[in-house]
């Protein structure tokens, strides 16, 4: 089965700090690879999908790279806002419509 | 309404009621998912319907049953529920049926409380 791991749990920075998240997962054979975002009380929202084929993912100041040899992915944020507060999920997607997430980085941007 | 839409948004029920959770899509999506998230555990994939048809069930228990009338609604009947099913469960769509590789979109999710 399937097992992903994100590294922090929770992480509070200060307004404008570079900051990265970590994903790891157990099996290199995914399709793509994906990272979300969860607001308190609400749904996911897609911030950025990486094809198995392809190594990073850029949407504004959000850059997700993929290492399927290594098993890792990263999701670098460049100058943070307390907007960015929220829950950042990584998700695999292993087989066809299956999507294994890790617990998720509690992320607080303090202003 | 747009997006993915889930009613109620908050439930409480007895172990001994029966009740449905109902989720709608707005995009013309063939793929429908539901999804259980507990307190710190990471989301898990309850069911997936593509075109109405039901193409995975991860292992269930029949205490959740899942209905597709069409492929813009999805329900999850829910009866003789365990204070362990409290969670919140979040109803997804995907542009591609059986196969898809492609991203979810989530609706807000209904917070069911089982006491």
């Known amino acids: 089965k399937q097992e992903v791991t994100q590294i922090p749990a929770a992480l509070s920075v200060p307004e404008g700090e570079n900051l990265v998240l970590n994903c790891s997962f157990t099996?290199?054979?995914?399709?793509?690879l994906q990272w979300f975002r969860q607001d308190p009380g609400k749904g996911l929202t897609s911030l950025l999908l990486?094809?198995?084929?392809?190594r990073e993912q850029t949407s504004g100041r959000l850059n997700a790279s993929l290492d399927k040899s290594s098993g890792r992915s990263t999701l670098y944020i460049a100058a943070s806002q307390p907007g960015d507060s929220a829950t950042y999920l990584c998700?695999?997607?292993?087989?066809?419509?299956?999507?294994?997430f890790g617990s998720g980085t509690k992320l607080n941007v303090k202003p | 309404e747009t997006g993915v839409t889930q009613t109620p948004r908050h439930l409480v029920m007895g172990m001994t009621n029966k009740k449905s959770l109902k989720c709608e899509q707005h995009?013309?999506?063939?793929?429908m998912y539901w999804y259980k998230q507990s307190a710190k555990k990471p989301l898990e994939l309850m069911f997936v319907?593509?075109?109405?048809?039901?193409?995975e069930n991860n292992s269930v228990p029949s205490r959740f049953s899942p209905e597709c009338p069409n492929s813009s609604h999805l329900f999850l009947h829910l009866h003789t529920l365990q204070p362990e099913d409290s969670a919140l469960y979040l109803c997804?769509?995907?542009?591609?049926?059986?196969?898809?590789?492609?991203?979810?979109?989530f609706g807000p999710g209904t917070r069911l409380t089982v006491l």
């Open positions: 997804a769509s995907s542009q591609e049926g059986v196969g898809a590789t492609d991203t979810q979109y």
């Open positions: 099996d290199s054979a995914i399709y793509n």
């Open positions: 990486i094809q198995s084929s392809q």
């Open positions: 998700a695999s997607l292993y087989n066809f419509n299956k999507f294994y």
């Open positions: 995009l013309g999506h063939n793929a």
């Open positions: 319907y593509s075109l109405e048809e039901r193409v």
